[in-house]
């Protein structure tokens, strides 16, 4: 864009300076169309009203002349023959002087008939054709200098409009040049924390489109609006979902004991959030969230599993029965018991569920036998 507008300005500096010599330029030619125009139209006048007068008057004296020396010389010869026969001179003598005569006279005819052919050519064709000659000229001048007149303006304007073109292009190559830097301010992108970068978008869990944003990432490729290319992380925590009916177990600040399954030596504390329950719903299940307490392991990075323990309350002097052998039908819960060797359905209310185990309050007694699902007993 720098580029174009020097080109631009470049162009409007040759377009002004163009004008300047274009204004005097035309003062000169005009003063030259009008000077040839009145030169011709002087010059043909002057022909028409003097000289061809003359030419032709020059003309007519120089056949008169031409005429007059032939008789003269005739006359003259004729005096020399009456003149040789009344004296007494040698023949030699009389021979010379007579052939001398009649030469000249014989050159002089021949003079006159070659004279009387250039003067029948010059008369009929040679004059009116200077005559036209001067005429076509006029006219050629006469017709140049209207047709300057009425081109003259037509090239002011052109060269005006040129100019009006080439002040619009340095303008918005102006404004495009500051539109670019303006984005180019916008274009700089920061940021938003400290952290690691990462290739792609870290979504469910997992890393996406890494492979794609390696390959945009190259000098020269494209990429498309709002294409995550690279993640910032400046902090890690552990994400769950938990399903809604339990979410009243893990009220915020809810300590849990977390351990990553690629390095199952490693036991860290973490506390929970508060559970995020617009849009960010997996199925029946809520994400929940606990952050670190303590130093993090440098080990631990974005997409690593881990298992969570949580003791969301304490009971003592309770009933449990594996989950196994609860089932569920038409909302009730139910759990068989072995009453006389077979086993009997009995509904029952239970509480609270810990991995495997699930507390019964009502329905099953201790010491009573209960089918496990999978188990022959």
């Not at 507008?5 to 300047?20: M, N, P």
């Not at 076509?136 to 009006?164: M, V």
């Amino acid at each position: 864009a720098g580029i174009e507008l020097a080109s631009a300005k470049v162009q409007l500096d040759r377009v002004t300076e163009d004008i300047k010599l274009a204004a005097a330029g035309d003062a000169l030619q005009k003063e030259r169309v009008e000077r040839n125009a009145r030169d011709s139209a002087e010059r043909l006048k002057y022909y028409t009203d003097v000289e061809m007068a003359m030419d032709l008057q020059e003309l007519e004296l120089s056949r008169l002349w031409m005429e007059d020396s032939i008789a003269d010389q005739q006359e003259e010869l004729d005096q020399i023959e009456k003149m040789y026969k009344s004296e007494e001179l040698t023949n030699a003598t009389r021979d010379i002087v007579l052939k001398r005569a009649q030469r000249s006279l014989e050159r002089s005819k021949i003079r006159r008939d070659m004279f009387a052919t250039r003067y029948k050519r010059m008369k009929s064709h040679d004059i009116p054709r200077q005559l036209e000659e001067w005429t076509l000229a006029a006219r050629e001048t006469a017709h140049g200098l209207e047709s300057w007149t009425k081109t003259s303006p037509i090239q002011k304007a052109d060269r005006e409009t040129n100019l009006a073109r080439s002040t619009t292009a340095v303008r918005q190559q102006e404004e495009n040049l500051a539109k670019l830097k303006k984005d180019e301010a916008a274009l700089t992108v920061s940021a938003p924390a400290d952290g690691v970068v990462w290739y792609g978008q870290f979504e469910g869990g997992s890393w996406q489109g890494v492979e794609e944003g390696l390959k945009n990432l190259k000098i020269g490729e494209k990429v498309q609006a709002n294409q995550p290319l690279l993640t910032v992380v400046s902090g890690l925590c552990v994400k769950s979902a938990v399903a809604e009916d339990r979410l009243t177990d893990l009220p915020p600040g809810t300590e849990a004991r977390i351990t990553p399954v690629a390095f199952p030596d490693l036991v860290m504390t973490g506390k929970s959030r508060d559970p995020m329950l617009v849009g960010m719903r997996k199925g029946d299940a809520f994400d929940t969230r606990f952050d670190f307490l303590g130093e993090r392991d440098d080990r631990l990075v974005p997409g690593l599993k881990a298992k969570i323990l949580v003791k969301v309350a304490v009971l003592k002097d309770v009933v449990t029965v594996p989950s196994t052998a609860v089932t569920e039908e038409d909302g009730k819960k139910f759990v068989k018991v072995m009453e006389g060797g077979k086993p009997v359905s009995r509904e029952v209310t239970v509480g609270r569920v810990n991995g495997d185990r699930t507390e019964v309050k009502s329905g099953v007694k201790e010491g009573e036998d209960v089918v496990v699902v999978g188990d022959s007993k």
